[in-house]
């Protein structure tokens, strides 16, 4: 079943147009990496589904989602949606934090703007969700800078989960951290989606977590999707030079091209 349908999505600058005429879907429970080059028009993609753009950049077209065009929807019904049913993740999630508030106080910020429960309810709540991400409950008190990177950013995909969305947007959520941490992100990412059932629409540069991670694969290039489908199939089978560059630019996607060209004998 889709859950979100982008038609037709163009994003203008005051002297650019930026997207040009995007569609495509993202399925219930599914995850769907967007990949393309620096500046193809990934980012502000997704920005655009929880209405999100800067102010100078205006967006057209359609963002279904619920039977309802997320980009009529009035200002309270758009940050309704935004806490409760679409969330976001970002690369940079140490800005998404407050020097001087600690992490139960981030919690409690969430929890009092969208839900209607006790003081002790909330702490409970709170507690069990950085359990879930693997956290010890005792980080409920710290201040973000006492965390590692890998420990923000789990309390961001914690913050984020607590209202169990139908869609968690992943903007290059790993890029910041080493490979160990990243791994670690993945996987819970990948674990928490099998047990909250939630869609990811995971952006990233790297085809080796596309690869492993991903059920389909949409790939962009200046601000147009120019292959689309399932992840095997774009990897295996690319139909567009682009696509074809882009795995041979990745490094251990590469080796299997490779190792394909030469079982099938082509020459490129
Ligand atoms: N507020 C803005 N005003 C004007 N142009 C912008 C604005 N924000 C982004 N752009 C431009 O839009 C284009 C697409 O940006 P976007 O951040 O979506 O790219 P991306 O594919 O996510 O790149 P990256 O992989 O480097 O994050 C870029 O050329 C960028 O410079």
Aim: with cysteine.
């Amino acid at each position: 079943m889709t859950l979100l349908k982008v038609r037709h999505l163009h994003i203008m600058g005051k002297q650019n147009h930026i997207i040009k005429g995007l569609s495509f879907d993202v399925r219930e429970g599914e995850w769907l990496a967007l990949v393309g080059q620096s500046g193809s028009g990934k980012s502000l993609t997704a920005m655009a589904i929880g209405r999100l753009l800067a102010p100078n950049l205006e967006a057209q077209g359609e963002i279904w989602y619920e039977g309802k065009n997320v980009l009529t929807l009035s200002e309270p019904a758009i940050r309704k949606l935004r806490g409760k049913r679409i969330a976001y993740i970002f690369q940079d999630y140490q800005s998404s934090f407050t020097p001087f508030l600690t992490i139960g106080q981030h919690f409690e910020e969430y929890q009092r703007t969208h839900l209607d429960l006790s003081k002790q309810a909330r702490r409970i709540q709170a507690v069990d969700a950085l359990v879930s991400v693997g956290l010890d409950g005792d980080i409920y008190s710290r201040y973000p800078f006492q965390l590692s990177g890998g420990q923000l950013q789990r309390v961001s995909i914690s913050l984020a989960l607590l209202l169990k969305p139908d869609l968690l947007i992943a903007d290059e959520p790993t890029t910041a951290l080493d490979s160990v941490s990243s791994f670690k992100i993945l996987e819970l990412l990948s674990g928490l989606q099998a047990v909250t059932g939630c869609a990811i629409l995971f952006i990233t540069h790297d085809l080796r977590h596309v690869r492993k991670y991903a059920d389909r694969i949409g790939v962009m290039k200046d601000g147009v999707m120019i292959e689309s489908g399932d992840k095997n199939q774009v990897l295996n089978h690319p139909e567009h030079p682009y696509t074809d560059r882009l795995i041979h630019a990745s490094p251990s996607l590469r080796k299997s091209a490779i190792k394909r060209e030469g079982a099938l004998g082509c020459v490129y």
